[in-house]
T-cell receptor, first 116, second 113 residues
Framework: NAGVMQNPRHLVRRRGQEARLRCSPM?????VYWYRQLPEEGLKFMVY????????ESGMPKERFSAEFPKEGPSILRIQQVVRGDSAAYFC??????????????FGPGTRLLVL | GNSVTQMEGPVTLSEEAFLTINCTYT??????LFWYVQYPGEGLQLLLK?????DKGSNKGFEATYRKETTSFHLEKGSVQVSDSAVYFC????????????FGTGTQLKVEL
């Protein structure tokens, strides 16, 4: 019974390159959340997706960042033209039906992005 | 907007000592409150939660009580073990808030023999 899977676990990019972070939710979960943890800070919400829909992207930077959760395959967080300030740990979480009172968000191990 | 404030770490304790990690929150409505734990190199795991005032969440010897009057959700454990060494995050979600969690900055706990 695999948990939330994220890959890669570590990603190194040079400034200006693209970063693609993948998240496979737990089996039976159709809700995915992305959070970013900057050094010495707590996790900050970025985006909430259901299959093929973005429900809430209020935490996403307006430029260079995008997210998708296609009908088939993992959720992807894409960062174009990365800058040093994008260096952080990116965590994905999933839940079954999105109501936290009943369903817990389960977190993946995170992707540590380092921009050189 | 919503916010969560935790005591700064690191907190260093001897094994079998009593643990308290303070957490206070600001929210416009009636949030659900959570404690998550992050072990080195791993993702966050839900430790306990409470969904309404005066509820007590408990798990693995840890407890926290939802205090609406003081807007607090302090984490306690009577006797810590070395294996409890981790970073602890307090978090909230608000009814109708789109299911997103608002986290505190985390408190690192180190338990020594």
């Amino acid at each position: 019974n695999a948990g939330v899977m994220q890959n890669p676990r570590h990603l190194v990019r040079r400034r200006g390159q693209e970063a693609r972070l993948r998240c496979s939710p737990m089996k039976g979960h159709s809700h995915v959340y992305w959070y970013r943890q900057l050094p010495e800070e707590g996790l900050k919400f970025m985006v909430y997706l259901q299959k093929e829909n973005i429900i809430d992207e209020s935490g996403m930077p307006k430029e260079r960042f995008s997210a998708e959760f296609p009908k088939e395959g993992p959720s992807i967080l894409r960062i174009q033209q990365v800058v040093r300030g994008d260096s952080a740990a990116y965590f994905c979480a999933s839940s079954r039906n999105g109501r936290l009172e009943q369903e817990t968000q389960y977190f993946g191990p995170g992707t540590r992005l380092l921009v050189l | 907007g919503n916010s969560v404030t935790q005591m700064e770490g690191p907190v260093t304790l001897s094994e079998e000592a009593f643990l308290t990690i303070n957490c206070t929150y600001t929210a416009t409505g009636y949030p659900s409150l959570f404690w998550y734990v992050q072990y080195p190199g791993e993702g966050l795991q839900l430790l306990l939660k409470a969904t309404k005032a005066d509820d007590k969440g408990s798990n693995k010897g840890f407890e926290a009580t939802y205090r609406k009057e003081t807007t607090s959700f302090h984490l306690e454990k009577g006797s810590v073990q070395v294996s409890d060494s981790a970073v602890y995050f307090c978090a909230l979600s608000e009814m109708g808030g789109g299911n997103k969690l608002t986290f505190g900055t985390g408190t690192q706990l180190k338990v020594e023999l």
